[in-house]
Protein backbone atom coordinates (compact mmCIF):
# COMPACT_ATOMS: atom_id res chain seq x y z
CA UNK A 1 0.00 0.00 0.00
CA UNK A 2 1.19 3.50 -0.78
CA UNK A 3 -0.33 7.06 0.71
CA UNK A 4 -0.54 8.78 -2.12
CA UNK A 5 -1.88 11.73 -0.91
CA UNK A 6 -0.19 15.21 0.94
CA UNK A 7 -1.84 13.83 4.35
CA UNK A 8 -0.66 10.81 6.81
CA UNK A 9 -3.05 7.82 6.81
CA UNK A 10 -4.35 6.13 9.60
CA UNK A 11 -4.86 2.43 8.81
CA UNK A 12 -7.16 1.20 11.49
CA UNK A 13 -8.17 -2.08 10.78
CA UNK A 14 -7.47 -5.23 8.49
CA UNK A 15 -10.31 -8.08 7.98
CA UNK A 16 -10.22 -10.58 5.71
CA UNK A 17 -13.23 -12.28 4.09
CA UNK A 18 -12.41 -15.72 5.72
CA UNK A 19 -10.68 -17.40 8.85
CA UNK A 20 -8.23 -19.16 6.61
CA UNK A 21 -6.21 -16.29 5.29
CA UNK A 22 -4.99 -13.91 7.64
CA UNK A 23 -2.46 -10.99 7.46
CA UNK A 24 0.88 -10.35 8.99
CA UNK A 25 1.50 -6.85 9.83
CA UNK A 26 2.76 -4.66 12.15
CA UNK A 27 0.53 -3.50 15.13
CA UNK A 28 -2.57 -1.72 14.81
CA UNK A 29 -3.16 1.28 14.15
CA UNK A 30 -0.04 2.60 12.36
CA UNK A 31 0.01 6.02 10.83
CA UNK A 32 1.55 5.76 6.82
CA UNK A 33 3.12 9.22 6.11
CA UNK A 34 2.81 10.68 2.43
CA UNK A 35 4.55 8.88 -0.34
CA UNK A 36 5.27 6.09 2.62
CA UNK A 37 5.06 2.28 1.56
CA UNK A 38 3.60 -0.75 3.61
CA UNK A 39 3.88 -4.21 2.26
CA UNK A 40 1.42 -6.65 3.90
CA UNK A 41 1.94 -10.31 3.98
CA UNK A 42 -1.01 -12.55 3.46
CA UNK A 43 -1.28 -16.17 4.11
CA UNK A 44 -4.01 -18.43 2.91
CA UNK A 45 -4.37 -22.19 4.17
CA UNK A 46 -5.37 -23.94 0.83
CA UNK A 47 -5.35 -27.34 2.22
CA UNK A 48 -7.54 -29.42 -0.03
CA UNK A 49 -8.17 -26.39 -2.66
CA UNK A 50 -7.52 -26.35 -6.13
CA UNK A 51 -8.13 -24.19 -9.26
CA UNK A 52 -8.21 -20.15 -8.91
CA UNK A 53 -8.89 -19.11 -5.35
CA UNK A 54 -9.45 -15.77 -4.66
CA UNK A 55 -9.54 -13.58 -0.89
CA UNK A 56 -10.36 -10.04 0.17
CA UNK A 57 -8.72 -8.48 2.58
CA UNK A 58 -10.77 -4.71 3.54
CA UNK A 59 -8.28 -2.52 5.02
CA UNK A 60 -10.12 0.16 6.97
CA UNK A 61 -8.35 3.52 7.03
CA UNK A 62 -9.10 6.67 8.31
CA UNK A 63 -9.84 8.61 5.48
CA UNK A 64 -11.62 5.90 3.19
CA UNK A 65 -11.65 1.92 2.98
CA UNK A 66 -9.65 -0.63 0.24
CA UNK A 67 -10.78 -3.68 -0.58
CA UNK A 68 -7.69 -5.91 -1.81
CA UNK A 69 -7.91 -9.42 -3.70
CA UNK A 70 -5.48 -12.37 -3.07
CA UNK A 71 -5.76 -14.57 -5.88
CA UNK A 72 -3.52 -17.81 -5.61
CA UNK A 73 -3.40 -20.55 -8.45
CA UNK A 74 -3.35 -24.16 -7.06
CA UNK A 75 -2.60 -27.35 -9.58
CA UNK A 76 -4.63 -30.16 -8.60
CA UNK A 77 -3.33 -33.39 -6.96
CA UNK A 78 -2.23 -35.97 -9.57
CA UNK A 79 -4.97 -38.05 -8.77
CA UNK A 80 -7.99 -35.79 -9.16
CA UNK A 81 -9.97 -34.34 -11.66
CA UNK A 82 -10.29 -30.85 -11.98
CA UNK A 83 -13.62 -31.34 -12.77
CA UNK A 84 -15.58 -33.29 -10.56
CA UNK A 85 -12.69 -33.01 -7.92
CA UNK A 86 -12.71 -36.96 -7.49
CA UNK A 87 -10.14 -39.55 -7.46
CA UNK A 88 -9.51 -40.98 -11.39
CA UNK A 89 -8.21 -43.88 -10.32
CA UNK A 90 -4.57 -43.22 -10.43
CA UNK A 91 -2.88 -46.38 -9.62
CA UNK A 92 -1.42 -46.16 -5.67
CA UNK A 93 -1.60 -48.38 -2.59
CA UNK A 94 -4.85 -49.28 -0.71
CA UNK A 95 -3.09 -47.97 2.40
CA UNK A 96 -2.43 -44.40 0.52
CA UNK A 97 -5.44 -43.81 -0.52
CA UNK A 98 -7.15 -44.63 2.56
CA UNK A 99 -5.22 -42.14 3.92
CA UNK A 100 -5.59 -39.60 1.44
CA UNK A 101 -9.85 -39.89 1.87
CA UNK A 102 -9.56 -40.00 5.12
CA UNK A 103 -7.99 -36.37 4.93
CA UNK A 104 -9.99 -35.24 2.37
CA UNK A 105 -13.27 -36.67 5.09
CA UNK A 106 -11.54 -34.63 7.91
CA UNK A 107 -10.61 -31.69 6.03
CA UNK A 108 -14.26 -31.11 4.53
CA UNK A 109 -15.90 -30.37 8.60
CA UNK A 110 -13.25 -27.95 9.56
CA UNK A 111 -15.34 -25.33 8.03
CA UNK A 112 -17.19 -25.79 10.86
CA UNK A 113 -14.75 -25.54 13.90
CA UNK A 114 -12.06 -22.74 14.90
CA UNK A 115 -11.75 -19.47 12.62
CA UNK A 116 -13.68 -20.84 9.81
CA UNK A 117 -16.80 -21.32 11.79
CA UNK A 118 -17.41 -17.52 12.15
CA UNK A 119 -18.10 -17.62 7.89
CA UNK A 120 -19.48 -21.11 8.10
CA UNK A 121 -21.49 -21.57 11.11
CA UNK A 122 -22.53 -18.15 12.53
CA UNK A 123 -24.60 -17.12 9.99
CA UNK A 124 -26.51 -20.23 9.29
CA UNK A 125 -27.89 -20.62 12.81
CA UNK A 126 -31.65 -20.85 13.41
CA UNK A 127 -32.19 -20.07 10.02
CA UNK A 128 -34.63 -21.80 6.85
CA UNK A 129 -34.97 -21.85 3.35
CA UNK A 130 -33.74 -18.98 1.55
CA UNK A 131 -32.44 -17.29 4.98
CA UNK A 132 -30.37 -20.26 5.58
CA UNK A 133 -29.49 -20.71 2.00
CA UNK A 134 -27.76 -17.03 2.19
CA UNK A 135 -26.28 -18.01 5.85
CA UNK A 136 -24.92 -21.37 4.94
CA UNK A 137 -24.52 -21.76 1.04
CA UNK A 138 -23.75 -18.26 -0.86
CA UNK A 139 -20.40 -17.86 1.04
CA UNK A 140 -18.74 -20.64 -1.55
CA UNK A 141 -21.38 -21.57 -4.37
CA UNK A 142 -22.47 -17.44 -4.69
CA UNK A 143 -19.09 -15.63 -3.96
CA UNK A 144 -18.51 -13.05 -6.42
CA UNK A 145 -14.62 -14.34 -6.37
CA UNK A 146 -16.28 -18.48 -6.33
CA UNK A 147 -12.72 -20.49 -6.40
CA UNK A 148 -12.97 -22.14 -9.59
CA UNK A 149 -13.41 -25.83 -7.67
CA UNK A 150 -16.67 -24.69 -6.73
CA UNK A 151 -19.59 -25.59 -8.91
CA UNK A 152 -22.18 -22.85 -9.21
CA UNK A 153 -25.36 -24.43 -7.76
CA UNK A 154 -27.55 -22.13 -9.97
CA UNK A 155 -26.57 -23.61 -13.34
CA UNK A 156 -27.77 -26.54 -14.26
CA UNK A 157 -25.03 -29.04 -14.93
CA UNK A 158 -27.15 -32.30 -14.48
CA UNK A 159 -30.42 -33.44 -13.00
CA UNK A 160 -31.08 -31.85 -9.56
CA UNK A 161 -34.45 -33.11 -7.80
CA UNK A 162 -35.21 -33.46 -3.90
CA UNK A 163 -32.93 -36.55 -3.59
CA UNK A 164 -30.06 -35.33 -5.20
CA UNK A 165 -29.92 -32.40 -2.48
CA UNK A 166 -30.78 -33.68 0.28
CA UNK A 167 -28.22 -36.51 -0.58
CA UNK A 168 -25.49 -33.59 -1.09
CA UNK A 169 -26.08 -31.63 1.92
CA UNK A 170 -26.21 -33.94 4.58
CA UNK A 171 -23.57 -36.14 3.42
CA UNK A 172 -21.57 -33.76 1.58
CA UNK A 173 -18.95 -35.65 -1.68
CA UNK A 174 -16.15 -37.62 -0.43
CA UNK A 175 -12.95 -36.47 -1.80
CA UNK A 176 -13.78 -32.47 -2.55
CA UNK A 177 -14.20 -29.62 0.44
CA UNK A 178 -18.26 -30.09 -0.06
CA UNK A 179 -18.60 -31.57 4.09
CA UNK A 180 -21.91 -32.63 5.18
CA UNK A 181 -23.93 -30.45 6.83
CA UNK A 182 -25.87 -32.87 8.89
CA UNK A 183 -25.89 -32.95 12.82
CA UNK A 184 -25.20 -36.52 12.92
CA UNK A 185 -22.71 -36.65 10.09
CA UNK A 186 -20.68 -33.58 12.16
CA UNK A 187 -22.14 -30.77 10.20
CA UNK A 188 -24.54 -28.00 11.86
CA UNK A 189 -27.99 -28.50 10.44
CA UNK A 190 -31.25 -30.04 11.74
CA UNK A 191 -33.38 -32.27 9.80
CA UNK A 192 -35.61 -29.64 9.48
CA UNK A 193 -33.23 -27.31 8.61
CA UNK A 194 -32.01 -29.42 5.51
CA UNK A 195 -35.61 -30.16 4.58
CA UNK A 196 -36.20 -26.54 4.08
CA UNK A 197 -33.05 -26.02 1.94
CA UNK A 198 -33.95 -29.11 -0.20
CA UNK A 199 -37.25 -27.09 -0.45
CA UNK A 200 -35.48 -23.70 -1.10
CA UNK A 201 -32.81 -24.86 -4.20
CA UNK A 202 -35.94 -27.47 -5.74
CA UNK A 203 -38.01 -24.31 -5.94
CA UNK A 204 -35.63 -21.93 -7.09
CA UNK A 205 -35.22 -21.62 -10.85
CA UNK A 206 -32.13 -22.42 -12.63
CA UNK A 207 -29.98 -20.89 -15.22
CA UNK A 208 -29.38 -23.72 -18.39
CA UNK A 209 -25.50 -24.85 -18.58
CA UNK A 210 -23.74 -22.66 -21.20
CA UNK A 211 -23.46 -24.43 -24.18
Not at 4 to 10: A, N, Q
Not at 57 to 64: F, I, R, Y
Not at 92 to 113: C, E, H, P, T, Y
Not at 130 to 148: F, M, N, V, W
Amino acid sequence: MTNVSREPVVIEKINTSCGCTTTDTRELPFTLAPGATESLQVSMNVTGKYGTVTKSLLVQGSHASWTLLVTVELPPPADVDPVSGVSKGVAMSARSRGKNIGLAQADRQAVFKGDCARCHTDYAKEQFGKDLYQGACEICHDAEHRASMVPDLRVVDESRDAAYWREHITNGIEGTLMPAFAIENGGILSDEQIESLVKYLVETPLEPKAP
